[in-house]
């Protein structure tokens, strides 16, 4: 809901949301820090991540599960804790968990550990009948590259698997994955993946703000982005829709653009 009408605001899709998503990242808030961000930022929050292994040790756990889901968010738990439970042969134990949590989103990835693809295909498919999938591509190793093309099959292959959302790794650093080591967005990289892979199907980890105008000035308002600090979420929603100085100009129409600058034209004579 908006508190005063005001022109050339983009639209922006409504919850729940197919496209222009944004997953939080949830690193260890407390259930009363919980409550105070679902009343200030729920509206705009899709999907809370508990970032890496959190779940594990994140006090009053279940209650902060209830809260989230009963204000239309859909929480999960990070794909580094599927990696802990599969590294110890306990996929069946991680189904369980998800079932005991009463959790209908989940993901699966392999940054830190290496899954041979068809099998973490097999492991998407047979999460997939119960629940829906997150499925993430990418290392979290700066040290390992993989090629667009090898991108772009493992992205194909995992939506056909049936991952609702391939989750394209940039970490909560913002420095790997479609990222350069500088934090800057590896553009040969994404415009091959764009080319095969609709965008709509892709959630772009990115933590960093001049990565969030990046993809939105790509893409527009309803990109899906993800990593997103809890106290980043409103000030990312003011980037969507053009009310910081990074999308001012983004859905202003043409003739105002002109219009300004020519205002702002210091060599234009009184």
Not at 15 to 25: A, D, F, I, N, Q
Not at 67 to 93: Q, V
Not at 158 to 184: D, H, M, Q, Y
Not at 250 to 265: A, F, G, S, T, V
Request: proline residues 4%; negative net charge; glycine residues 8%.
């Amino acid at each position: 809901m908006n508190n005063f009408t005001l022109p050339y605001i983009p639209d922006r899709t409504n919850k729940p949301r197919e496209k222009g998503l944004t997953m939080m990242m949830d690193k260890g808030l407390s259930l009363r820090e919980a409550e105070n961000f679902i009343e200030a930022s729920g509206e705009f929050t899709d999907i809370v991540k508990f970032g890496f292994g959190t779940a594990f040790i994140t006090a009053q756990l279940e209650e902060k599960l209830k809260l989230y889901k009963s204000h239309n968010i859909r929480p999960y738990f990070g794909g580094t804790l599927f990696e802990a439970f599969y590294a110890r042969g306990m996929f069946d134990d991680f189904l369980k968990l998800l079932d005991k949590y009463d959790l209908d989103l989940a993901e699966i990835s392999d940054g830190s550990i290496v899954i041979p693809h068809q099998e973490k295909c097999e492991l998407i498919a047979k999460m997939a009948k119960d629940r829906t999938v997150l499925s993430e591509v990418g290392s979290k190793d700066s040290g390992i590259l993989i090629s667009p093309n090898k991108w772009i099959k493992m992205m194909s292959t995992e939506l056909e698997a049936g991952s609702w959302k391939v989750i394209a790794e940039g970490r909560e650093s913002g420095n790997v994955g479609v990222f350069r080591p500088n934090g800057t967005a590896h553009t040969f990289l994404i415009n091959k993946i764009i080319a095969k892979v609709k965008p709509e199907n892709i959630l772009w980890e990115a933590p960093i703000k001049n990565q969030q105008v990046w993809f939105i000035k790509l893409f527009g308002a309803n990109v899906n982005l993800g990593n997103i600090a809890h106290n980043e979420v409103i000030p990312l929603e003011c980037l969507r829709i053009g009310l910081r100085g990074d999308t001012f100009f983004e859905h202003l129409p043409e003739d105002y653009i002109e219009r300004l600058k020519q205002i702002n034209d210091p060599s234009e004579e009184e």
